[in-house]
């Protein structure tokens, strides 16, 4: 199974380090394929009709969701600080209203995304 990646940048433990942002994108896994750091106790949700899986800890929160729309999607916000600035963006949040998911067909993709 193929992925990629994008990551707003590496991490740092400086004085000014700043938690980080990685989107992970494929296609579709098997149901329970969610396999993210133990950060928390998993909770279940629903989010937009997709079902997704949500931890949250001290270093950070993923969401991953197993098959949204024929895709695999895990978005995961990092610190090697605990608690550093966490609560400035939620996964969940970018989930349900950031990210547009065109499917796995070209053919239901917008001809122009962007404008």
Not at 95 to 107: E, K, M, R, W
Request: some cysteine.
């Amino acid at each position: 199974m193929q992925h990629h990646s994008v990551s707003t940048g590496s991490a740092s433990t400086g004085p000014r380090a700043r938690p980080f942002l990685t989107f992970t994108i494929g296609l579709a896994g098997q149901p329970g394929s969610c396999r993210v750091a133990s950060q928390g106790p998993p909770v279940h949700e629903v989010v937009n009709g997709y079902r997704v899986i949500v931890t949250r800890g001290p270093f950070g929160q993923t969401l991953c969701a197993a098959n949204a729309g024929g895709l695999s999607v895990q978005i995961e916000e990092r610190s090697n600080r605990p608690g550093a600035d966490l609560a400035s963006v939620d996964v969940v949040g970018l989930f349900a209203h950031h990210l547009q998911l065109l499917g796995t067909s070209p053919a239901h993709w917008a001809t122009q995304p962007i404008r």
